[in-house]
């Protein structure tokens, strides 16, 4: 049965806690420019990891459904291709406005769902707008290349054309930018998109199509299914799917990789982190302690550009105390209070797994400076948080070193050189992103060049890069060779077209050549 989003919205932030208790909304797909309930009795429940209220229910769509998905994606992808660039354009400059309208509604659902803070949740749904506005570019950005007279009569140039139907599986920690990242770049190009959306926090994704066929793109050109494996393994083995955007964990992100890469397929897989913070002594302490706090702790360690790792290069490991008092001053509450500094983590698996890392952390010989495990915040005591937790002397065999701890954990380790700390990171697997503080240009610049991370910061810690640059991760955090967004992203949603033309008056009589064609 077709479904109003609009009512699906003021349920799943709005309505009564105990009315969506009683009768939590299932989330719909989006086919064909309807919403619609899923078929399939097989459920998720969207759990509001302050409370543990359940706010709606994710279905596990049927591979009919899924099939509708990618042949509605299908059927509106010749039009849509042959619509012009400047409509297909404005449609993204209208849906950025209403992004803009609706910022403190999205943001409230991404609040409930996920569980960040409301300041956090709108700089969630203002990053991904940001490409919404860059997307409203595309004329430019899409332009092909021109060679004139490349031989005699000759002229060759290059267009980028829309691949066709192309899918993104999204993570749970951005339930807005990362969407984002995807479809609008997409479908600007001139393809259609099935999105599935992290079955942990699906909201956003539907709100923001729903902001997408209000701006009129036009039916199916967007298409939502929810789910997860198999769901995720029928994209990767869809033959009218063309491409496939990832972003996610390295045991899903590989999977996804290698099992659609051997269908054929395009994939951009950005997956999980551990970045480093290297702190020079003769750093400015006060921002740079306030940078470390800020990236370590901030959506509770929940970002893939979170600073989890800080190594203090000799005398600065003095400042591991006034980085405990700064962590200690965070107020952890539920997203939606005013005063939070961090809300809680996505899951009581995670809040486990992420205690357990600690734990071993500590069995495995480091000290732990501040521990927030047993916190309890009142009027919100079934909620998953951590408080802020500081585990210092980590060395590089230990655990929770190796692992990705996504929560709020703040490891110290210590170096005797700049040389020794960037042999550290280079070790690490991961190389999304790393981080510099020091007030000397010729350290910074030693760092920007010798070390291997997708995305350096120099004297901030580690940035999402804005949409005219790409999201640069490197070695275990990227898998592809195409990033998201910025050019690169452009380049992903298109492939290139050469033409060689020859218009000339053509001399007669002049015989066949078999020989190989040589410009001349
Ligand atoms: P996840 O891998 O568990 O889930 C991501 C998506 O993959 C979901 O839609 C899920 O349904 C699907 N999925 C999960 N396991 C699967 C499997 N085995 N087979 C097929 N599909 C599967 O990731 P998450 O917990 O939602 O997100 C956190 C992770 O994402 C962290 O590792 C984080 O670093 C990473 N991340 C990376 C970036 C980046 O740009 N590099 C950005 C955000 C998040």
């Not at 309890?376 to 079934?382: F, L």
């Not at 700390?421 to 010798?450: C, D, L, M, P």
């Not at 992203?489 to 015989?511: A, E, H, R």
Request: aromatic letters at 6%; glycine letters at 8%.
């Amino acid at each position: 049965k077709a479904v109003r989003p609009q009512i699906f919205a003021r349920f799943s932030t709005v309505a009564e806690p105990s009315s969506r208790q009683h009768n939590p909304p299932r989330v719909p797909n989006l086919i064909g420019g309807a919403f619609v309930d899923s078929q399939s009795s097989e459920s998720i429940d969207v759990i509001n990891p302050a409370t543990q209220e359940v706010v709606s229910r994710v279905p596990l769509t049927t591979n009919e459904e899924f099939r509708a998905a990618v042949s509605a994606a299908k059927q509106a992808f010749p039009s849509w291709r042959n619509t012009p660039i400047t409509t297909r354009q404005r449609i993204m400059l209208k849906l950025q406005e209403l992004i803009r309208r609706d910022t403190d509604k999205l943001a409230l659902n991404i609040t409930t769902e996920q569980g960040k803070t409301l300041k956090d949740a709108h700089g969630d749904v203002f990053r991904g707008l940001e490409v919404v506005e860059h997307a409203c570019g595309m004329a430019t950005l899409q332009m092909g290349e021109y060679a004139p007279n490349v031989s005699n009569g000759i002229d060759t140039f290059s267009i980028r054309e829309p691949l066709g139907v192309c899918a993104g599986i999204c993570p749970f920690n951005f339930p807005a930018m990362i969407p984002l990242w995807m479809f609008p770049v997409a479908v600007t190009c001139g393809n259609t998109f099935v999105l599935k959306p992290s079955e942990k926090d699906p909201g956003a994704s539907i709100m923001l199509a729903e902001l997408a066929m209000e701006a009129g793109l036009p039916k199916g050109v967007l298409n939502i299914v929810h789910g997860t494996h198999d769901t995720v393994n029928a994209i990767c083995d869809d033959d009218d799917i063309r491409a496939i955007s990832f972003v996610g964990s390295n045991v899903a992100g590989m999977h996804i990789y290698s099992r659609a890469s051997a269908k054929g397929k395009r994939v951009q897989s950005n997956m999980g982190a551990k970045n480093h913070g290297i702190v020079l002594p003769d750093a400015n302490i006060d921002a740079t302690l306030n940078a470390l706090v800020a990236a370590g702790f901030g959506a509770a360690g929940q970002r893939c550009m979170a600073l989890s790792t800080v190594v203090f290069v000799g005398d600065s490991k003095s400042w591991e105390d006034k980085l405990v008092e700064r962590a200690k001053a965070l107020k952890v509450s539920a997203g939606i209070e005013p005063d939070a500094d961090l809300g809680p983590v996505i899951s009581k698996q995670a809040k486990e797994r992420v205690c357990r890392l600690v734990q071993s952390g500590v069995e495995s010989g480091a000290r732990l400076l501040l521990d927030g495990r047993n916190i309890v915040v009142p009027g919100y005591e079934d909620g998953n948080f951590i408080g802020p937790t500081i585990l210092a002397d980590v060395t590089a065999d230990m655990e929770c070193y190796k692992e990705e701890i996504f929560g709020p954990v703040l490891l110290c380790m210590q170096a005797g050189s700049l040389e020794e700390a960037i042999n550290i990171v280079n070790k690490n697997k991961y190389g999304n992103g790393a981080a510099i503080f020091t007030s000397s240009g010729a350290a910074a610049r030693k760092f920007q060049t010798e070390i291997e991370a997708g995305q350096v910061g120099i004297n901030v810690p580690i940035p999402v890069p804005l949409p005219f640059f790409s999201f640069t991760g490197s070695k275990a955090s990227f898998a592809g060779d195409l990033n998201f967004y910025g050019k690169a992203g452009v380049n992903f949603y298109t492939q290139i077209k050469t033409v060689t033309q020859q218009w000339k008056d053509l001399p007669g009589g002049s015989g066949v050549s078999l020989a190989m064609p040589t410009s001349q």
